[in-house]
């Protein structure tokens, strides 16, 4: 062996069709299930779901340009109500892999395969929001008493009394914090 790690799973794609020919091309259609941890706690792709990639794979002079299109359902919760989210996620992506070893920020093909996921893990986690919300109107929970205020728009708790007067409310409402006590 020549201390390279052999490439495999549904993410790697053979190229040796295309050979080193620039202007070779091929289209691949994949289904895959999604990997662990596509997303952040909050929002993103669940392990095992479906992603559609149409995948474009195109011979140039220094390697192979991967060009596609990814389809998966993301989801997750409203950073502000807790509501659940569900949203079709569509990203692009565009990567060249190199025929020679990479440089330090560039992709290379091991033999005549390379693997995407890398890139499709790049175009999804950074096409999803940092903090998603239903509706950005969304006016979150109540901070009292956690009811959601989109549900109840006129949602109120009454003025707030200092504990230091509470007993001269009293005098006045006997309902009013009844069980001070002393």
Known sequence: MDGRKVLSGPLVVDTH????????????????????D????????PEGSDIVIELRLEAVMD??????T???????????????????????????????????????LEGELLDLEPVLRDAVVLALPFKPVCDPECPGLCPECGARLAD???????????????????????????????
């Open 17 to 36: 069709e295309l050979g080193r020919r620039p202007g070779n091309e091929r289209t691949v259609n994949l289904s895959i299930a999604a990997p662990a």
């Open 38 to 45: 596509l997303g952040s706690a909050v929002f993103g792709v």
């Open 63 to 68: 390697g192979v340009l991967a060009t596609g």
């Open 70 to 108: 990814a389809s998966a359902q993301a989801t997750g919760e409203c950073v502000r109500c807790l509501d659940d989210l569900d949203e079709e996620l569509v990203v692009d992506f565009q990567e060249l892999y190199l025929y020679d070893e990479p440089g330090e920020d560039e992709l290379s």
């Open 152 to 182: 109840d728009p006129d949602h109120t708790h009454g003025d707030a009394i200092d504990p230091r007067w509470a007993k001269l409310s009293q005098m006045t409402d006997p309902d009013i914090h009844a069980d001070i006590k002393e």
